[in-house]
């Protein structure tokens, strides 16, 4: 035990986020089991550190930090290590790469229900689903979502300032007073691009190569968590992985599922599997119609984000797609659905929206306009950078 408490408070001291992530607030402190998902690379670990370091001192043993790629879970169980830990003094315990025990469910599962006055903060991959009757823990487990940086943070981070995040509300009733409070302190068009090439994964702040850091980061998702938490074959591996590149370089059409079916050599149906999971796993943005309850098939997809839609293809050669993804990406802890012939999305299941870089053909009152070349709009016509403050 005595070495895990090292490592904690050596990690502890040496973490080093450059803004604090707001999705620590939004726990709820009753809660005694909760999970952090997210996608490699946007900071779960890092977050599970900076919870410790916020709300305890680096040698103070009522927290721990453990990570499940130790060789010391191969032959001990995390029941018996809680119990010891709760022996000890311990209040909190931090667990990261949760998957890569044999049944985890059932160990947290078992603690929850033995040890009332533990607390169980898990980092866990986005392809895990928590509501799986497998893992029996509905009603018991707390599931939080880590996203990359959005376009806010960002800024915050390359220019010292602080930005309150914003409702959807408050930027369609007063974008205007608010992008000139912004454009006051910087000038928003000048961070964009960077953005979208690599400011969504914190991992931007290290000094490597990131389009190649993302890539790598991908096929692990694809190699490791994605395979790895279905229980699939590795044979699939190149089928799913030329899947999402096929889906990278269409330009926003309808998806054709028996042209991909033909294409990679796998039924319709397999191809559908195949997409649900590249959802699950954060790598593709689905987009529906409103009216389709059941959501048998997208209208749309879009790469989770334009970092990642801009190592699989050539950034000049999709620029409209980029806004689109950046808009979907940023906008989406609102409902997102399909507007049809109408605009490009229906938003908050109210709201029409139509992104670009001008406003094409006749301007049409009932639709909002997201410009991305203005720092500044006027009544429906508002800056696609603004979006970028939504969380």
């Not at 220019?159 to 959807?168: H, N, Q, V, Y």
């Not at 302190?185 to 994964?201: N, R, S, T």
């Not at 694809?222 to 790895?228: A, G, I, K, R």
């Not at 797609?321 to 908050?348: C, M, W």
Request: a positive charge.
């Amino acid at each position: 035990m005595d070495v895990f408490y090292k490592t904690h408070k050596y990690l502890v001291e040496h973490i080093n986020m450059p803004i604090r992530r707001g999705l620590m607030d939004e726990f709820d402190p009753k809660s005694r089991l909760i999970a952090v998902k997210g996608y490699r690379g946007v900071g779960k670990t890092s977050l599970l550190l900076s919870f410790a370091k916020e709300n305890f001192h680096p040698a103070d043993k009522r927290c721990l930090y453990i990570n499940l790629n130790n060789f010391y879970f191969t032959k001990h169980t995390i029941r018996d290590f809680a119990k010891d830990f709760i022996m000890k003094g311990g209040q909190v315990l931090l667990i990261d790469q949760i998957f890569k025990y044999p049944e985890w469910w059932k160990e947290l599962s078992f603690c929850y229900e033995n040890f009332h006055e533990l607390k169980i903060i898990i980092a866990s991959s986005s392809v895990i689903s928590f509501d799986n009757p497998t893992y029996d823990l509905d009603g018991k487990v707390d599931v939080y979502h880590l996203r990359g940086f959005s376009f806010r943070e960002f800024l915050e981070i390359s220019t010292g300032f602080r930005f309150k995040p914003l409702s959807l509300n408050e930027i369609l009733d007063n974008h205007q007073e608010i992008a000139a409070s912004v454009c006051a302190k910087v000038k928003p068009l000048a961070y964009i691009e960077d953005y979208l090439h690599h400011g969504f994964y914190p991992f931007f702040l290290e000094k490597k190569n990131f389009s190649e850091n993302l890539l790598k980061t991908a096929n692990m998702m694809l190699e490791v968590d994605l395979l790895t938490i279905n229980q699939m074959e590795k044979t699939y591996l190149p089928k799913i992985r030329k899947l999402l590149y096929l889906l990278a370089l269409q330009n926003n059409k309808t998806i054709n599922i028996s042209q991909l079916s033909e294409e990679i050599s796998i039924s319709r149906n397999t191809v559908m599997n195949y997409i649900k999971y590249l959802k699950d796993a954060r790598l593709v943005n689905l987009l529906y119609p409103e009216e389709d309850i059941l959501k048998k098939k997208p209208s749309k997809l879009y790469v989770h984000n334009p970092n990642l839609l801009q190592v699989m293809r050539r950034p000049e050669s999709c620029m409209q797609l980029i806004r689109e993804t950046f808009f979907y990406n940023q906008i989406y802890p609102y409902p997102v659905h399909s507007a049809g012939n109408k605009a490009h999305f229906l938003v908050d299941r109210t709201h029409l929206f139509n992104v670009g870089e001008r406003i094409l053909g006749k301007f049409n009152p009932e639709i909002y306009y997201t410009i991305s070349d203005i720092e500044m709009g006027e009544r429906k016509i508002i800056p696609l950078w603004l979006f970028g403050f939504l969380y």
